[in-house]
């Protein structure tokens, strides 16, 4: 039976309803599209069984929405410390402690925040005389441009060390991560997640490695491939992996598919998306292009490992190109172009 909210003892459930039914369909149908089908669910039949609600619980509830969105807004400017600040000038200290208190039980911020929102020149002179286990540790949450920077400015041996550490890093317990942060001053250390965290690992570092400059890249790898060489083949094999032709200009391509076998080429295209075969159609000549285009139609299906075997062949081609410095791969960051 349809119910009536006079009061504020209502649960969260309830106040979610309340909440859409104020923002209107339109609103709601877009807040809809974040959540997951059970919540759809819960939160449509909780509607349906809302037949009115007092202006003054209406009020109450979006007042306490929009005190939830300031405290979260605060919280990823400057952390905890900073949100509480705020919201007592705003709200009173009392009132500041319950909005935060509300937060803090499902809230889940990413150990370092705070050093997330520093300079990484000044990361760099903080950390850079710490042990490289702690500084893989700091850098495994940072984003890998950030990261990146601060590998880069660190000593040649060390970068190599730390990426390692990186690579290697599988899970750190919240203990660990608390010390770190007290280490660090941050303001976030009463916000670990109390399980395991999982960081770091051969993804993580391939981000950073790909974003660093070239110089930096090639000295870490050159030393994991004499000190690690299993673990230098399988960054290197995720490090650019076949879409990223489309990191290179029309000149680099046509430069790389002269060296490339045309029947590779035809298996590796069967497993590309159509943006990709694009890229390489263009940059060949329409009789070669209608050629393989034919051969990619006439060998029917293809075994997926056969496409990534093709796939590989052409990307150690492209790594070798650059290395020989006959392309450039556009990454993002880092490489100077002088011309």
């Known amino acids: 039976m349809a119910r009536q909210m006079k009061d504020g003892n209502i649960s969260g459930l309830q106040k979610a309803a309340i909440l859409l039914i104020s923002l209107g369909p339109e609103r709601s149908a877009g807040i ?3 959540l997951k089908e059970e919540e759809i669910e819960e ?3 909780e509607i349906a069984n809302t037949r009115s609600v007092t202006p003054q619980v209406k009020e109450d509830v979006i007042n ?20 509480k600040e705020l919201l007592e000038k705003a709200l009173g200290s009392d009132k500041a402690m319950d909005v935060i208190g509300k937060l803090t039980a499902s809230l889940q911020v990413k150990p370092f925040e705070f050093v997330r929102k520093t300079d990484a020149s000044q990361i760099t002179n903080f950390i850079q005389d710490e042990h490289p286990q702690t500084i893989a540790l700091i850098l495994s949450y940072l ?9 880069s400015a660190l000593p040649p041996d060390r970068q190599t060390d730390v990426a390692r550490r990186i690579a290697v890093m599988d899970r750190t317990s919240p203990e660990v991560i608390k ?15 109390q399980d395991y965290t999982i960081i770091g ?29 299993e673990l230098a083949d399988e960054i290197r094999k995720k490090m650019f992996v076949f879409e990223d032709v489309l990191l290179l200009d029309d000149r680099a391509i046509q430069r790389v598919l002269r060296d490339v076998d045309n029947n590779d080429l035809g298996i590796a295209l069967k497993g590309a998306n159509e943006q990709v075969q694009n890229a390489i159609f ?6 070669l292009a209608v050629m393989i285009k034919e051969d990619m139609e006439f ?37 100077e172009i002088i011309v």
């Open 282 to 287: 263009n940059n060949l000549s329409k009789r």
């Open 64 to 83: 306490e929405f929009y005190e939830v969105c300031l405290a979260q807004q605060y919280i990823a400017e400057g952390g905890i410390s900073y949100a």
């Open 201 to 229: 690992g051969v993804d993580s570092v391939v981000e950073i490695l790909n974003t660093v400059d070239r110089g930096t890249e090639k000295h870490i790898m050159e030393t994991l491939e004499i000190e690690e060489p």
């Open 43 to 45: 939160l449509t039949l």
């Open 179 to 193: 010390e770190v942060e007290k280490v660090l001053e941050t303001k976030l250390a009463s916000l670990v997640n």
């Open 299 to 335: 060998m029917g299906p293809v075994r997926m490992k056969d496409v990534e075997e093709a796939q590989q062949k052409i990307v150690n081609i492209i790594r070798k190109l650059e290395d020989a410095g006959e392309i450039v791969i556009s990454r993002g960051g880092g490489d």
């Open 143 to 151: 984003s890998p441009g950030q990261a990146a920077q601060i590998l």
């Open 32 to 34: 809809f599209k974040h």
